[in-house]
Nanobody, 115 residues
Framework: QVQLVESGGGLVQPGGSLRLACLAS????????MTWYRQPSGKEREWVAS???????NYADSVKGRFTITRDNLKNMVYLYLNSLKPEETAVHYC?????????WGKGTLVTVSS
């Protein structure tokens, strides 16, 4: 059974930084790309960043240069480093994997950017 558990969300000031983590289990983690999405309240879910099985990364234009996605295959962990955060980026952040023709999601972790 695939399981994704996010952590690390919380309150941060505009311009501040935060690290999110996702613990994965139930599938061969090192063979699969991992993705972070975010969803502000009342808005659609949007793609943020992905990291491939070989470590290649891709980012949404809105976060390029500010966010970094990494993975630790020995720990089955994927991380998202969020820097220079803006108030409009307040959102629930979700970890995702597409495995055997299905999308799997964690429950999400809330990042609140406010002074």
């Amino acid at each position: 059974q695939v399981q994704l558990v996010e952590s690390g969300g919380g309150l941060v000031q505009p311009g501040g930084s935060l690290r999110l983590a996702c613990l994965a289990s139930g599938f061969p983690f090192s063979d699969y790309a991992m993705t972070w999405y975010r969803q502000p309240s009342g808005k659609e879910r949007e793609w943020v960043a992905s990291i491939g099985s070989t470590g290649t990364t891709n980012y949404a234009d809105s976060v390029k240069g500010r966010f970094t996605i990494t993975r630790d295959n020995l720990k089955n962990m994927v991380y998202l480093y969020l820097n220079s955060l803006k108030p409009e980026e307040t959102a629930v952040h979700y970890c995702n994997v597409y495995y055997r023709d299905m999308d799997y999601w964690g429950k999400g972790t809330l990042v609140t950017v406010s002074s």
